[in-house]
Nanobody, 111 residues
Framework: QVQLVESGGGLVQPGGSLRLSCAAS????????MHWYRQAPGKQREWVAT???????NYVDSVKGRFTISRDNAKNTLYLQMNSLKPEDTAVYYC?????WGQGTQVTVSE
C-alpha cells in the first residue's frame, strides 16, 4: 500500500520561505507524476503544482515564480520550495499520487 507523509510546514512571516517534503513509500515514485495541493480554511482543496516523471513542472498562476516543485527519485521524496510567501498561501498542503493523499502539513504565513 502506498503511503505519503508530508513534513516541513510551520509559521513564517510574509516574504519568508519554507520547504515542504513528501516521503513516498513503495516503488511507485519514479515512474509517475506527483502533485501538491492545498486547502485553506473554508475553501475547497486547490491544485498547486505538478511534476512529471520526466521532471516537467506546472504551477497554478498564483504561485508561479515563487514556488518550485522537485523530486528526488533516489530518496522517493517530493519537495515544494516556497519563497516570497504571502498570507494567502496559508493552508494545509498535501502531496498526491492518484487517489492517495498524505495527512497534510500546515503552512501559516502571518506577522
Amino acid at each position: 500500500q502506498v503511503q505519503l507523509v508530508e513534513s516541513g510546514g510551520g509559521l513564517v512571516q510574509p516574504g519568508g520561505s519554507l520547504r515542504l517534503s513528501c516521503a513516498a513509500s513503495g516503488t511507485i515514485f519514479s515512474g509517475y507524476a506527483m502533485h501538491w495541493y492545498r486547502q485553506a480554511p473554508g475553501k475547497q482543496r486547490e491544485w498547486v503544482a505538478t511534476i512529471t516523471s520526466g521532471g516537467n513542472t506546472n504551477y497554478v498562476d498564483s504561485v508561479k515564480g515563487r514556488f518550485t516543485i522537485s523530486r528526488d527519485n533516489a530518496k522517493n521524496t517530493l519537495y515544494l520550495q516556497m519563497n516570497s510567501l504571502k498570507p494567502e498561501d496559508t493552508a494545509v498542503y498535501y502531496c498526491n499520487w492518484f487517489s492517495t493523499w498524505g495527512q497534510g502539513t500546515q503552512v501559516t504565513v502571518s506577522e
